[in-house]
């Protein structure tokens, strides 16, 4: 039977096919929905974890206790995950263990575009890259049967483009019984000095012999057509080849590390002129450089953003085709919600001039105008840190109108070693926690305080203000972040103590409650055009030729706005 499926359904259907046990993830777009999917399978414990790291260290354990497992993440989740993927590449595995990652060309939800190809290398594990939904679900199952055959943690590269896109799947049934008896070895798994030198030996022969392998398989295809032109190519990328220059001879990259050198050195004497078509970095490009052999890419291709048909048909073929002009389509700026509960809080932060650190989640937003509530954001977790260094770096003149910002998923994520990190060291900043009850940036899944799995079954709910204080925090408050009036008041407080002090703004997210009517709002004849709503960036509040009006299609009935009107010219609409 097939079925059209998106390239990350179609990944956990390749899980479930392959037997797989046990999956851990923490969300991190493109990569959600795949440990979504997989949680429809009754035969899979699948679990959010509170961060990547822990979450392939629970993949980990399963597999050393004989079990297949999964792990998936988006690729600065590998960052956060590096130290157990290096040295399970040392142990090797038991049951199958694959890492299915989820790169971002382009940045449509991240901050980086770091390519994760350079993690497998790095770590000596093999990589496998699907161009679509059906590969998608046959490379992970070929993923498990490498990660058997050469005792090794095998990863899986996606993209934004197949992750999010919809191809036919062939679906077939699940594996019997994968469950491999569980013997100690603690040559194999303590790796302590003696154990990991012998274990280092063991990995560089597994390399060379996937590297002889590496020119049989069958995911690696030599396509030869008109041979003025070769293209070595993988992915996503491969199927704009496909459109844009049909005539091409291509070889088609399935296993992307460790590459196949002997079948790309064939493809090279076949083909008069030989490009790389890569997004990101030069990955291949570079190693193929290295065998000597003359090949174009990075300099006629970019490192940066996704590809596309019409510019692999313009740099390759010298077609130019025609695309929309730029200011074509109208630009639709990243926005918080109506109803957010975090716009008062920037709105806030702004007012009493408040420098905040922040973090990753749907707050990011409020760096942007008019809020522009946020002075730098790098990684999750980072925003405690941030605080605590600018503030030893200025002192605590400075840390009076210092706040950190970081969301409650994000807190359980990387967040909780920071703040231990204030209190030990004597910090006397404020540390603000966003709670709106999810993570929401990524599509409202669970957490470690919402009281539910990503099965939907009940779990205990970690009491963020009872932790905050269990680490060391005195001066706790709780705050409902529509209450303007407190919050500002709060703030003032907590922010001239010299004392390190944690406000957690709680409020669930707009677009969790979607059944609760609220009245809408509207400005009447008592407006000034005074431009303060304005200052609340609300996408619902805009100013016309008439003057300022709430469009009731968008108003999210939070009752924000009347807060900040200091001519009561704001009022309720009906329902």
């Given at each position: 039977?097939?079925k059209?499926?998106?390239g990350?359904?179609a990944?956990?259907?390749g899980a479930?096919?392959?037997?797989v046990?046990?999956?851990a993830?923490?969300?991190?777009t493109p990569s959600?929905?795949?440990?979504e999917?997989i949680?429809?399978y ?5 679990e959010?974890?509170p961060?990547?790291?822990?979450a392939?260290?629970?993949?980990i354990?399963a597999?050393?206790?004989?079990a297949?497992a999964v792990c998936c993440?988006?690729?600065?989740g590998?960052?956060?995950?590096a130290?157990p ?10 049951g199958g263990?694959v890492?299915?990652?989820a790169d971002?060309?382009?940045m ?6 770091q390519?994760?190809r350079f993690?497998a290398?790095?770590a000596?594990v093999p ?9 998608a679900?046959e ?5 498990f ?5 050469y005792?090794?943690?095998?990863m899986v590269r996606?993209?934004?483009r197949?992750s999010h896109s919809?191809?036919l799947?062939?679906?077939?049934s ?5 469950l491999?008896?569980?013997?100690k070895?603690?040559a ?5 000095p ?5 274990r280092?030996?063991v990995?560089?022969?597994?390399m060379n012999s ?5 020119n049989e398989?069958?995911v690696?295809v030599?396509?030869?057509r008109e041979?003025?032109?070769g293209?070595v ?6 199927n704009?080849v496909?459109?844009a220059?049909p005539?091409?001879?291509?070889l088609?990259?399935?296993l992307?590390?460790p590459?196949?050198?002997?079948l790309?050195?064939?493809f090279?004497a076949q083909v ?12 291949f490009?570079?190693?193929i450089k ?9 300099d006629?291709?970019?490192v940066?953003g996704?590809?596309s048909?019409?510019?692999i ?6 077609e130019?085709?025609?695309v929309?002009?730029p200011?074509a389509?109208?630009?639709r700026?990243?926005v918080?919600c109506p109803g957010?509960?975090?716009?008062a809080v920037?709105?806030a932060?702004k007012?009493l ?6 973090d990753?989640?749907c707050?990011?937003l409020?760096a942007l105008?008019p809020?522009?509530?946020?002075d730098?954001c790098?990684c999750?977790?980072a925003?405690i840190g ?10 605590k003149?400075f840390a009076?109108k210092?706040?950190?910002?970081i ?6 994520h990387?967040?909780?070693t920071?703040?231990?990190?204030m209190v030990?060291?004597?910090a ?5 926690i966003l709670d709106n009850?999810t993570t929401?940036m990524?599509g409202?899944q669970?957490?470690?305080a919402?009281g539910k799995?990503?099965?939907?079954d009940i779990a205990?709910?970690?009491d ?6 269990a ?7 709780v705050?409902?972040?529509?209450n303007?009036k407190?919050l500002e008041?709060i703030l003032?407080?907590e922010?001239s ?8 703004t709680k409020?669930p ?6 059944k609760?009517i609220?009245p ?5 004849d ?5 431009g303060v709503?304005?200052?609340l960036?609300c996408?619902?509040i ?8 709430i469009?009731?299609?968008v108003c999210?009935?939070c ?8 001519f009561?010219?704001i009022?309720?609409a009906?329902?």
């Amino acid at each position: 039977m097939k079925k059209m499926m998106l390239g990350n359904a179609a990944f956990a259907r390749g899980a479930y096919e392959a037997g797989v046990t046990v999956a851990a993830a923490y969300p991190g777009t493109p990569s959600t929905e795949i440990t979504e999917n997989i949680a429809k399978y009754d035969e899979i414990y699948a679990e959010w974890a509170p961060n990547e790291k822990v979450a392939l260290e629970v993949a980990i354990g399963a597999s050393i206790a004989g079990a297949r497992a999964v792990c998936c993440m988006k690729h600065v989740g590998v960052n956060v995950a590096a130290d157990p993927l290096f040295t399970v590449s040392y142990t090797g595995v038991n049951g199958g263990l694959v890492i299915i990652v989820a790169d971002d060309p382009g940045m449509h939800s991240s901050q980086n575009e770091q390519d994760s190809r350079f993690y497998a290398r790095s770590a000596h594990v093999p990589m496998l890259e699907p161009a679509d939904s059906n590969e998608a679900k046959e490379f992970v199952k070929l993923a498990f049967e490498l990660s058997e055959k050469y005792d090794t943690p095998v990863m899986v590269r996606s993209n934004t483009r197949l992750s999010h896109s919809q191809g036919l799947v062939e679906l077939g049934s699940r594996a019997g019984e994968m469950l491999k008896p569980y013997q100690k070895d603690i040559a194999k798994y303590v790796m302590m000095p003696g154990m990991a030198k012998k274990r280092h030996v063991v990995v560089e022969q597994r390399m060379n012999s996937l590297k002889a392998e590496a020119n049989e398989l069958a995911v690696n295809v030599t396509e030869y057509r008109e041979k003025s032109i070769g293209i070595v190519t993988s992915g996503v990328a491969y199927n704009y080849v496909r459109e844009a220059l049909p005539e091409a001879s291509t070889l088609k990259l399935g296993l992307v590390y460790p590459i196949p050198e002997k079948l790309i050195r064939d493809f090279a004497a076949q083909v008069e002129t030989l490009y790389v078509v890569e997004e990101l970095e030069p990955f291949f490009e570079d190693q193929i450089k290295a065998m000597g052999i003359k090949v174009i890419g990075k300099d006629i291709f970019s490192v940066q953003g996704e590809y596309s048909v019409n510019l692999i048909a313009e740099k390759i073929g010298g077609e130019k085709r025609d695309v929309l002009a730029p200011g074509a389509l109208p630009l639709r700026p990243p926005v918080m919600c109506p109803g957010c509960p975090h716009r008062a809080v920037f709105y806030a932060l702004k007012k009493l001039g408040i420098t905040a650190t922040g973090d990753i989640g749907c707050y990011t937003l409020g760096a942007l105008p008019p809020l522009q509530g946020i002075d730098a954001c790098v990684c999750m977790g980072a925003s405690i840190g941030m605080a605590m260094g600018m503030e030893k770096a200025r002192g605590k003149d400075f840390a009076r109108k210092l706040v950190a910002v970081i969301g409650d998923s994000t807190f359980f994520h990387s967040g909780i070693t920071g703040l231990v990190d204030m209190v030990y060291n004597g910090a006397t900043s404020t540390v603000i926690i966003l709670d709106n009850s999810t993570t929401g940036m990524t599509g409202h899944q669970d957490h470690p305080a919402t009281g539910k799995t990503v099965k939907g079954d009940i779990a205990y709910a970690v009491d963020i203000p009872a932790l905050v204080k269990a680490v060391g925090v005195n001066h706790v408050r709780v705050v409902d972040p529509f209450n303007l009036k407190e919050l500002e008041q709060i703030l003032k407080e907590e922010t001239s103590r010299e004392e390190l002090s944690v406000i957690i703004t709680k409020r669930p997210c707009a677009l969790l409650d979607k059944k609760t009517i609220r009245p809408t709002y509207m400005i009447t004849d008592k407006c000034k055009n005074c431009g303060v709503c304005l200052k609340l960036g609300c996408p619902a509040i805009k100013k016309t030729d008439k003057g300022m009006e709430i469009d009731a299609s968008v108003c999210n009935g939070c009752g924000l706005c009347p807060s900040v009107c200091a001519f009561g010219a704001i009022e309720t609409a009906g329902v």
